[in-house]
Protein backbone atom coordinates (compact mmCIF):
# COMPACT_ATOMS: atom_id res chain seq x y z
CA UNK A 1 0.00 0.00 0.00
CA UNK A 2 1.37 3.12 -0.82
CA UNK A 3 2.04 6.16 1.96
CA UNK A 4 -0.58 9.19 0.97
CA UNK A 5 1.34 12.49 1.14
CA UNK A 6 0.49 13.54 4.61
CA UNK A 7 1.53 9.57 5.70
CA UNK A 8 4.67 9.72 3.65
CA UNK A 9 6.47 11.81 6.18
CA UNK A 10 5.50 9.85 9.56
CA UNK A 11 7.98 7.38 10.29
CA UNK A 12 7.64 3.94 11.27
CA UNK A 13 8.45 4.59 15.24
CA UNK A 14 5.59 7.20 15.09
CA UNK A 15 3.09 4.66 13.56
CA UNK A 16 4.43 2.66 16.08
CA UNK A 17 3.33 4.86 19.10
CA UNK A 18 0.35 5.33 17.00
CA UNK A 19 -0.63 2.01 17.10
CA UNK A 20 0.14 1.44 20.75
CA UNK A 21 -2.12 4.48 21.75
CA UNK A 22 -5.05 2.62 20.46
CA UNK A 23 -3.99 -0.47 22.55
CA UNK A 24 -5.89 0.25 25.70
CA UNK A 25 -8.88 1.63 23.81
CA UNK A 26 -9.53 -1.19 21.56
CA UNK A 27 -9.26 -3.60 24.79
CA UNK A 28 -11.37 -1.22 26.56
CA UNK A 29 -14.33 -1.62 23.67
CA UNK A 30 -13.65 -4.90 22.53
CA UNK A 31 -17.03 -6.28 21.48
CA UNK A 32 -19.08 -3.22 22.83
CA UNK A 33 -21.37 -1.91 20.37
CA UNK A 34 -20.99 1.70 19.37
CA UNK A 35 -24.04 3.63 17.46
CA UNK A 36 -22.59 6.11 14.89
CA UNK A 37 -25.33 9.03 13.50
CA UNK A 38 -23.75 9.61 9.93
CA UNK A 39 -24.35 13.11 8.56
CA UNK A 40 -23.50 16.20 7.27
CA UNK A 41 -20.21 17.20 5.56
CA UNK A 42 -18.58 13.56 5.94
CA UNK A 43 -21.92 12.74 3.57
CA UNK A 44 -21.04 14.80 1.00
CA UNK A 45 -17.12 15.40 0.68
CA UNK A 46 -15.81 12.52 -0.85
CA UNK A 47 -12.47 12.66 0.99
CA UNK A 48 -14.42 12.46 4.03
CA UNK A 49 -16.49 9.82 2.93
CA UNK A 50 -14.24 7.58 2.38
CA UNK A 51 -12.28 8.28 5.36
CA UNK A 52 -15.81 6.82 7.43
CA UNK A 53 -16.10 4.43 5.68
CA UNK A 54 -12.37 3.30 6.21
CA UNK A 55 -12.71 4.00 10.05
CA UNK A 56 -15.97 1.81 10.57
CA UNK A 57 -14.10 -0.91 8.77
CA UNK A 58 -10.91 -0.79 11.08
CA UNK A 59 -13.55 -0.35 14.41
CA UNK A 60 -15.23 -3.84 13.37
CA UNK A 61 -11.67 -5.68 12.22
CA UNK A 62 -10.36 -4.38 15.63
CA UNK A 63 -13.67 -6.17 17.56
CA UNK A 64 -15.60 -3.54 18.33
CA UNK A 65 -19.56 -3.68 16.58
CA UNK A 66 -20.35 -0.18 15.07
CA UNK A 67 -24.18 0.50 14.10
CA UNK A 68 -24.46 3.15 11.70
CA UNK A 69 -27.64 5.53 11.47
CA UNK A 70 -27.73 7.91 9.01
CA UNK A 71 -29.37 11.07 7.45
CA UNK A 72 -29.52 12.75 4.45
CA UNK A 73 -30.63 16.31 4.38
CA UNK A 74 -28.71 17.51 1.73
CA UNK A 75 -29.69 14.97 -0.63
CA UNK A 76 -33.28 15.17 0.53
CA UNK A 77 -33.55 18.71 -0.65
CA UNK A 78 -31.18 18.55 -4.00
CA UNK A 79 -34.10 15.78 -4.97
CA UNK A 80 -37.06 18.09 -3.47
CA UNK A 81 -35.99 20.73 -5.63
CA UNK A 82 -35.64 18.69 -8.68
CA UNK A 83 -39.60 18.53 -8.03
CA UNK A 84 -40.36 21.82 -7.75
CA UNK A 85 -40.93 21.22 -3.34
CA UNK A 86 -39.08 23.26 -1.07
CA UNK A 87 -38.58 22.00 2.54
CA UNK A 88 -39.93 23.12 5.37
CA UNK A 89 -38.72 22.77 9.50
CA UNK A 90 -39.96 23.21 12.13
CA UNK A 91 -38.37 23.49 15.46
CA UNK A 92 -35.50 20.68 13.57
CA UNK A 93 -37.89 18.70 12.27
CA UNK A 94 -38.79 18.28 8.45
CA UNK A 95 -42.26 18.81 7.59
CA UNK A 96 -43.44 15.80 5.66
CA UNK A 97 -46.17 15.45 3.39
CA UNK A 98 -47.23 12.41 1.39
CA UNK A 99 -45.23 13.43 -1.66
CA UNK A 100 -42.18 14.84 0.47
CA UNK A 101 -42.68 11.02 1.92
CA UNK A 102 -41.96 10.02 -1.06
CA UNK A 103 -38.75 11.48 -1.66
CA UNK A 104 -37.31 10.96 1.61
CA UNK A 105 -37.86 7.02 1.33
CA UNK A 106 -36.34 7.08 -1.58
CA UNK A 107 -33.37 9.35 -0.49
CA UNK A 108 -32.72 7.63 2.70
CA UNK A 109 -33.63 4.11 2.03
CA UNK A 110 -32.05 3.58 -1.58
CA UNK A 111 -29.97 6.06 -2.65
CA UNK A 112 -28.08 7.20 0.50
CA UNK A 113 -28.31 3.76 1.62
CA UNK A 114 -27.07 2.38 -1.00
CA UNK A 115 -23.85 4.45 -1.34
CA UNK A 116 -22.68 3.97 2.38
CA UNK A 117 -23.28 0.12 2.43
CA UNK A 118 -20.79 0.26 -0.68
CA UNK A 119 -18.08 2.35 0.48
CA UNK A 120 -17.91 0.35 3.55
CA UNK A 121 -18.07 -3.20 1.45
CA UNK A 122 -15.17 -1.88 -1.02
CA UNK A 123 -13.14 -0.85 1.90
CA UNK A 124 -13.42 -4.90 3.37
CA UNK A 125 -16.36 -4.08 5.41
CA UNK A 126 -19.75 -6.75 5.75
CA UNK A 127 -22.35 -3.54 5.63
CA UNK A 128 -25.76 -4.67 5.54
CA UNK A 129 -28.75 -1.65 4.48
CA UNK A 130 -32.20 -1.52 6.18
CA UNK A 131 -34.64 0.91 6.85
CA UNK A 132 -36.69 0.60 10.27
CA UNK A 133 -39.63 -1.09 8.52
CA UNK A 134 -37.33 -4.50 7.58
CA UNK A 135 -38.60 -6.74 9.82
CA UNK A 136 -40.56 -4.20 11.27
CA UNK A 137 -38.00 -3.48 13.91
CA UNK A 138 -38.50 0.45 14.00
CA UNK A 139 -42.13 1.12 14.93
CA UNK A 140 -43.40 4.48 15.09
CA UNK A 141 -46.68 6.50 15.46
CA UNK A 142 -47.66 9.97 14.49
CA UNK A 143 -46.01 12.86 16.00
CA UNK A 144 -47.07 16.14 17.01
CA UNK A 145 -45.11 18.69 17.83
CA UNK A 146 -46.04 21.21 20.47
CA UNK A 147 -46.14 24.68 19.22
CA UNK A 148 -43.07 27.03 20.63
CA UNK A 149 -43.74 29.52 23.13
CA UNK A 150 -47.69 28.23 23.15
CA UNK A 151 -49.82 26.55 26.07
CA UNK A 152 -49.03 23.25 26.60
CA UNK A 153 -50.73 21.19 23.93
CA UNK A 154 -51.15 23.43 21.71
CA UNK A 155 -49.96 20.68 18.94
CA UNK A 156 -48.92 21.50 15.31
CA UNK A 157 -48.96 18.23 12.87
CA UNK A 158 -46.13 18.05 10.92
CA UNK A 159 -47.32 15.10 8.14
CA UNK A 160 -45.66 11.81 8.45
CA UNK A 161 -43.37 12.71 10.68
CA UNK A 162 -42.58 9.65 13.31
CA UNK A 163 -42.18 8.90 17.32
CA UNK A 164 -40.35 5.89 18.09
CA UNK A 165 -42.74 3.64 19.95
CA UNK A 166 -40.54 0.37 19.81
CA UNK A 167 -37.53 -0.92 18.69
CA UNK A 168 -36.61 -4.74 18.38
CA UNK A 169 -33.08 -4.93 18.45
CA UNK A 170 -33.22 -8.92 17.79
CA UNK A 171 -32.42 -8.01 13.73
CA UNK A 172 -29.11 -5.87 14.96
CA UNK A 173 -28.10 -8.39 17.17
CA UNK A 174 -28.16 -11.39 14.72
CA UNK A 175 -26.46 -9.09 11.98
CA UNK A 176 -23.50 -7.95 14.95
CA UNK A 177 -22.60 -11.59 15.48
CA UNK A 178 -22.63 -12.55 11.92
CA UNK A 179 -19.51 -9.71 11.60
CA UNK A 180 -22.28 -7.80 9.71
CA UNK A 181 -22.21 -3.61 9.69
CA UNK A 182 -25.82 -2.61 10.14
CA UNK A 183 -26.39 0.56 8.42
CA UNK A 184 -29.63 2.03 8.83
CA UNK A 185 -31.73 4.57 7.34
CA UNK A 186 -34.44 6.45 9.75
CA UNK A 187 -37.50 5.12 8.12
CA UNK A 188 -40.25 3.58 10.73
CA UNK A 189 -43.47 1.80 10.11
CA UNK A 190 -46.74 2.66 11.98
CA UNK A 191 -49.49 0.39 13.32
CA UNK A 192 -51.08 0.22 9.74
CA UNK A 193 -48.38 -0.13 7.75
CA UNK A 194 -47.90 3.76 7.31
CA UNK A 195 -44.24 5.26 6.57
CA UNK A 196 -42.80 7.36 8.88
CA UNK A 197 -39.59 9.99 8.79
CA UNK A 198 -37.97 10.00 11.74
CA UNK A 199 -35.16 12.46 12.66
CA UNK A 200 -32.00 9.98 12.72
CA UNK A 201 -30.89 11.70 15.72
CA UNK A 202 -33.45 10.33 17.89
CA UNK A 203 -33.30 7.23 16.15
CA UNK A 204 -29.70 6.64 16.87
CA UNK A 205 -30.14 7.98 20.20
CA UNK A 206 -32.76 5.06 20.82
CA UNK A 207 -31.02 2.57 19.11
CA UNK A 208 -27.91 3.15 21.52
CA UNK A 209 -30.16 2.86 24.32
CA UNK A 210 -32.11 -0.22 23.29
CA UNK A 211 -28.75 -1.66 22.20
CA UNK A 212 -26.82 -0.93 25.35
CA UNK A 213 -24.45 0.77 23.39
CA UNK A 214 -20.87 1.88 24.84
CA UNK A 215 -21.48 4.61 22.91
CA UNK A 216 -23.34 7.11 20.74
CA UNK A 217 -21.30 9.31 17.91
CA UNK A 218 -22.73 12.17 16.49
CA UNK A 219 -20.68 13.55 13.56
CA UNK A 220 -21.96 17.37 12.90
CA UNK A 221 -20.67 20.28 10.95
CA UNK A 222 -19.46 21.98 13.96
CA UNK A 223 -16.85 21.44 16.16
CA UNK A 224 -18.79 20.26 18.71
CA UNK A 225 -20.70 21.86 21.56
CA UNK A 226 -19.82 25.38 21.53
CA UNK A 227 -20.89 27.77 24.59
CA UNK A 228 -22.00 31.34 23.49
CA UNK A 229 -18.81 33.05 22.70
CA UNK A 230 -17.56 30.03 20.36
CA UNK A 231 -15.55 28.28 22.98
CA UNK A 232 -15.55 24.37 22.92
CA UNK A 233 -17.45 22.72 25.75
CA UNK A 234 -16.19 18.83 26.78
CA UNK A 235 -17.19 16.55 29.65
CA UNK A 236 -20.53 17.95 30.51
CA UNK A 237 -23.08 16.60 32.15
CA UNK A 238 -27.19 16.02 31.41
CA UNK A 239 -27.59 18.89 33.82
CA UNK A 240 -24.95 21.21 32.38
CA UNK A 241 -26.55 20.88 28.87
CA UNK A 242 -29.95 21.33 30.25
CA UNK A 243 -28.67 24.79 31.49
CA UNK A 244 -27.35 25.59 28.01
CA UNK A 245 -30.75 24.56 26.16
CA UNK A 246 -32.47 27.00 28.53
CA UNK A 247 -30.55 29.73 28.24
CA UNK A 248 -30.55 29.66 24.79
CA UNK A 249 -26.94 28.33 23.81
CA UNK A 250 -28.11 25.37 22.21
CA UNK A 251 -30.94 26.03 19.46
CA UNK A 252 -32.43 25.46 15.68
CA UNK A 253 -30.83 22.02 14.34
CA UNK A 254 -28.64 21.36 17.55
CA UNK A 255 -31.57 20.27 19.62
CA UNK A 256 -32.67 17.08 18.40
CA UNK A 257 -29.28 16.07 18.61
CA UNK A 258 -29.08 17.13 21.87
CA UNK A 259 -32.47 15.95 22.90
CA UNK A 260 -31.76 12.29 21.66
CA UNK A 261 -27.62 12.38 23.21
CA UNK A 262 -29.58 13.55 26.34
CA UNK A 263 -32.19 10.50 26.45
CA UNK A 264 -28.96 8.30 25.77
CA UNK A 265 -27.09 9.29 28.38
CA UNK A 266 -29.52 9.21 30.67
CA UNK A 267 -31.05 5.88 29.84
CA UNK A 268 -27.49 3.90 30.15
CA UNK A 269 -25.06 4.30 26.84
CA UNK A 270 -22.53 5.33 28.92
CA UNK A 271 -20.82 8.13 26.67
CA UNK A 272 -22.30 10.03 23.72
CA UNK A 273 -19.78 12.39 21.79
CA UNK A 274 -21.22 14.95 19.01
CA UNK A 275 -18.28 15.58 16.75
CA UNK A 276 -16.70 17.41 14.49
CA UNK A 277 -17.56 15.06 11.00
CA UNK A 278 -15.40 17.42 8.81
CA UNK A 279 -12.27 16.39 10.74
CA UNK A 280 -10.41 13.27 8.50
CA UNK A 281 -10.96 9.94 10.86
CA UNK A 282 -12.82 11.64 12.95
CA UNK A 283 -14.55 8.68 14.40
CA UNK A 284 -10.78 6.57 14.99
CA UNK A 285 -9.42 9.99 17.01
CA UNK A 286 -12.54 10.47 19.00
CA UNK A 287 -12.58 6.54 19.77
CA UNK A 288 -9.59 4.68 19.57
CA UNK A 289 -6.61 7.92 20.41
CA UNK A 290 -6.15 10.47 23.24
CA UNK A 291 -7.09 13.33 21.34
CA UNK A 292 -11.11 13.95 20.96
CA UNK A 293 -12.25 16.10 17.99
CA UNK A 294 -15.70 17.48 19.62
CA UNK A 295 -18.06 17.52 22.91
CA UNK A 296 -18.26 14.43 25.07
CA UNK A 297 -21.39 14.11 27.46
CA UNK A 298 -21.33 11.79 30.60
CA UNK A 299 -24.00 9.58 32.09
CA UNK A 300 -23.59 10.67 35.22
Known amino acids: MSASPDTG ?40 KDCFARDVVLLKLVGLNPVVVHGGGPQIETLLARVGKKGEFVQGMRVTDAETMEVVEMVLGGQVNKEIVSLI ?16 FIRAKKLMMQKKDAPLGDLVDIGQVG ?6 P ?23 GETYNI ?20 LTNTPGVLDKDGNLLT ?9 LVDDGTLSGGMLPKIGSALDAARNGVKSVHI ?13 LTDHGVGTMIKSK
Open 9 to 48: KVTPALKAEILAEALPYIKRFFDKTIVIKYGGNAMTDPKL
Open 121 to 136: NQHGGKAVGLTGKDAS
Open 163 to 168: EITQID
Open 170 to 192: SLISFLDQGDFIPVIAPIGVGEE
Open 199 to 218: NADVVAGKLAEILKAEKLVL
Open 235 to 243: GLTPRQIDG
Open 275 to 287: IDGRVEHCLLLEI
